[in-house]
Structure formats: structure tokens, C-alpha cells
């Protein structure tokens, strides 16, 4: 079996899909976090197979990455966690990080013992990063961080976030960002839920004066905006969008059959996502081949990303009111899957990028048009 069939066996086991049935029976309320199949992948170094053998990865390329998030989202396992600690956090640290940093942390993220978050977004500043006001303030040979950061997501269970702080002011906003990364679970640090309207929370981070050592510097200094642009690139191909609009439109068409509805739309939509499958997954070429492209991965994401409205209004159509049903209800067509949809589908218009900064990465670098 190649690499795929032999996640897509395992995540077929009844051990797994034991733990994935388990979790769907929690109550919309209950979000999930720490999950064992982490674990169970993190054992035989699938959950950054594409990261160097010394550091808990399987040394094959960014092919086999996508597909074991592919592979995990089809079998029901909650990529959130995966993605932030192996597909930002770790690939800052294993692009930017110092060796020290490489050898304590990234083992630990690939055998799943370890859990990150990023820290970016503030309640001032949105998603433009420029504007961010968080303060690392140097004391002696370290820093001290002062700030809020707002609208993370899964604070609450991870060990460590990937931090943006200002670390010198020169009226340039782009300039003088410094990336950290900080222990949550040191005193200074204060983590708070934030509702939301998905079943996955939002946190609120406030950090009040921190001692960080300059081991916990990520990069250059002050060269925060330059990686934070450069590296959220490999993290952008598409591929995990797709395959969350790809399980949504399956739960539809599984409706639509039981209820004798199929129709034209349906086939259009299927239509859609194999050219979204086909974008994304040439994007994770173009990183295999050592060259992203910016224009594309942002087209992949938001071609991926705006085919959850249209899925959304054909469930409409097929359920009625009924596809508003929540899993606490029996009666939920799709399980609650398609609820559950309405509420997270408009994060993902957000999520990595909104789907106007798309279009703008998308005019300027490919069709030159400002």
C-alpha cells in the first residue's frame, strides 16, 4: 500500500472510528481538543510525514501532507489542532527556527505529546497585522510581553502559541513585528473562551508581562512581517478547504438520494469541487517542485472556500427548515453535519485569509491589475 491507503486503513479501524463516533455524540456545546487518534498518528510519524526523520517526520515531501489531511477530514478527525501546531507553527520552526528550537520542540509536535496555537489577531487590529499593538519590551537579556490577542482558536488546550509582538516602534507598521514563542501555561498568561457561532470556540489571550529569553525569538528580530508572509504561503494550497466542502456536499447528495431529489445543481457542484481538488492539489505541486506561487495558492483557497455557500443553499432546498436541525435532534438530516455547516461555513471565507484579501493577492500578482 502506498502512503495514503495506509492512513486511509488506519483511519478506518474500528479503534478510530470508534474515537471519531464518540466525539460526534458530543453535544454541539462540547468542543473537542487534545483528540487520541492525534496520538495514534503521532506514533508512527504520520502527522508531519513530511518533515525530516530527526525531527519526528517520515522525510517524505508535502504530497503525503495533503493527503493525510485529506485522508483525515474524509474520515471524520478534527484537522484544527493538526493544522495550527504542524502546519503553521511547525513550519515556522522548521523553515525560521533556530536548531535548538527544531530539536525541543518539533518532536514533540510530531508525535503529538505537544500541542501549539498562533497568536496573531488582535481586538484592534483584525487581520491587519500591521496594526498590532501587542508590546515585547526588552529587560535585560530577554523580553517582557505586554497584550491581548483575540479570536485564537484551541488556546485553551495547547501547550505553546506562536507569537507577533512589536519590538520597536518606527512609524511603519510592517516594521519592527517580532515572532515569539510563548508557554500558556506560565503564570502571566490568562486564556478565556470566547463564544462563537461554530461548535470550536474562539479564546482570548492576555499577556501581562511574560519574561521570554532570546531562545524564544523565532527568526530574526523585528523580521516578523517578512515570515509571517512568506511562510503562511506553504501553509495555503486549498487542500483542506476543499476536502471539508467535499464531505458537506457528499452529506447533501446522501440527502438528496434518500429523499429523491437529486438534480442538475448537484452535479454542477460536484463539477465545482473537482476543479477545486484539481487547483489545490497543483499547488501543493508547485511547493513539492520548490516553487509556490502566491497567485495560485490564494485562487485554490478561494475557489475552495466560496463553494460552501452554494452546498449550503442546495441542502436548503433539498431539507427545508429540517436542515436547521441540530445533532442534539434525532431527526437531523446528515447527522447535524449540515447544521453544524450553516454556522462554520462562513469562517471559512475568514480562515487563512479572508476571501477579499484572496482576490486582492489574486489581481495584483496574477492579473496586474493595481
Same mark, same amino acid.
Given at each position: ?5 495506509? +492512513? ?5 479501524? #474500528?479503534?478510530?472510528?470508534?474515537? +471519531? ?35 519526528? =517526520?517520515?522525510?517524505?515531501? #508535502? ?26 507553527? =511547525? ?10 528550537? $527544531? ?5 514533540a509536535l510530531a508525535n503529538g505529546t505537544r500541542m501549539a496555537t498562533v497568536l496573531f489577531t488582535e481586538p484592534s487590529c483584525g487581520s491587519d497585522l500591521a496594526a498590532l499593538r501587542t508590546e515585547a519590551r526588552q529587560d535585560g537579556d530577554g523580553w517582557r510581553l505586554y497584550g491581548t490577542k483575540i479570536y485564537n482558536q484551541k488556546s485553551q488546550f495547547a501547550d505553546m502559541a506562536l507569537c507577533a509582538a512589536r519590538t520597536r516602534s518606527s512609524g511603519v507598521g510592517m516594521d519592527g513585528i517580532t515572532l515569539f514563542l510563548v508557554p500558556l501555561k506560565s503564570a502571566g498568561v ?53 476536502? $471539508? ?6 452529506? +447533501? ?6 429523499? =429523491? ?32 506561487? #502566491? =497567485?495560485?495558492?490564494?485562487?485554490? $483557497? ?54 477579499? +484579501? ?13
Amino acid at each position: 500500500m502506498n502512503f495514503r491507503e495506509e +492512513v486511509r486503513a488506519f483511519l478506518a479501524s #474500528p479503534r478510530v472510528q470508534d474515537a +471519531v463516533a464518540e466525539m460526534r455524540a458530543l453535544p454541539p456545546t462540547a468542543e473537542t481538543g487534545r483528540l487520541p487518534v492525534y496520538s495514534w498518528l503521532g506514533e508512527r510519524g504520520w502527522l508531519a510525514p513530511h518533515w525530516p526523520e530527526r525531527y519526528g =517526520g517520515l522525510g517524505l515531501g #508535502p504530497a503525503e501532507a495533503a493527503a493525510l489531511t485529506e485522508e483525515m477530514l474524509y474520515a471524520g478527525v478534527p484537522d484544527d489542532l493538526h493544522t495550527l501546531s504542524i502546519g503553521i507553527v =511547525g513550519t515556522f520552526l522548521l523553515h525560521s527556527g533556530s536548531e535548538a528550537q $527544531k530539536r525541543e520542540h518539533l518532536p514533540a509536535l510530531a508525535n503529538g505529546t505537544r500541542m501549539a496555537t498562533v497568536l496573531f489577531t488582535e481586538p484592534s487590529c483584525g487581520s491587519d497585522l500591521a496594526a498590532l499593538r501587542t508590546e515585547a519590551r526588552q529587560d535585560g537579556d530577554g523580553w517582557r510581553l505586554y497584550g491581548t490577542k483575540i479570536y485564537n482558536q484551541k488556546s485553551q488546550f495547547a501547550d505553546m502559541a506562536l507569537c507577533a509582538a512589536r519590538t520597536r516602534s518606527s512609524g511603519v507598521g510592517m516594521d519592527g513585528i517580532t515572532l515569539f514563542l510563548v508557554p500558556l501555561k506560565s503564570a502571566g498568561v490568562h486564556v478565556s473562551v470566547v463564544p462563537s457561532m461554530g461548535n470550536d470556540r474562539f479564546t482570548q489571550v492576555a499577556i501581562d508581562g511574560l519574561l521570554l529569553t532570546e531562545d524564544s525569538v523565532v527568526g530574526e528580530l523585528h523580521d516578523g512581517w517578512t515570515l509571517m508572509n512568506s511562510l503562511l504561503l506553504l501553509e495555503r494550497t486549498g487542500i483542506d478547504f476543499h476536502a $471539508k466542502a467535499r464531505v458537506l456536499l457528499d452529506a +447533501v447528495i446522501g440527502r438528496a438520494r434518500a429523499t =429523491g431529489r437529486l438534480s442538475p445543481e448537484l452535479a454542477e457542484l460536484d463539477a465545482r469541487l473537482a476543479a477545486a481538488h484539481a487547483l489545490a492539489w497543483q499547488q501543493v505541486r508547485n511547493l513539492a517542485e520548490n516553487r509556490p506561487a #502566491p =497567485g495560485g495558492s490564494a485562487m485554490a $483557497k478561494w475557489y475552495a472556500s466560496e463553494q460552501f455557500r452554494p452546498i449550503l443553499r442546495a441542502a436548503a432546498e433539498i431539507d427545508g427548515l429540517d436542515s436547521v436541525l441540530t445533532s442534539w435532534d434525532g431527526a437531523a438530516p446528515a447527522d447535524g453535519i449540515i447544521e453544524s455547516a450553516y454556522r462554520t461555513g462562513p469562517s471559512l471565507r475568514l480562515a487563512s485569509g479572508t476571501s477579499e +484579501v484572496m482576490l486582492y493577492l489574486i489581481a495584483t500578482g496574477e492579473l496586474g491589475l493595481l
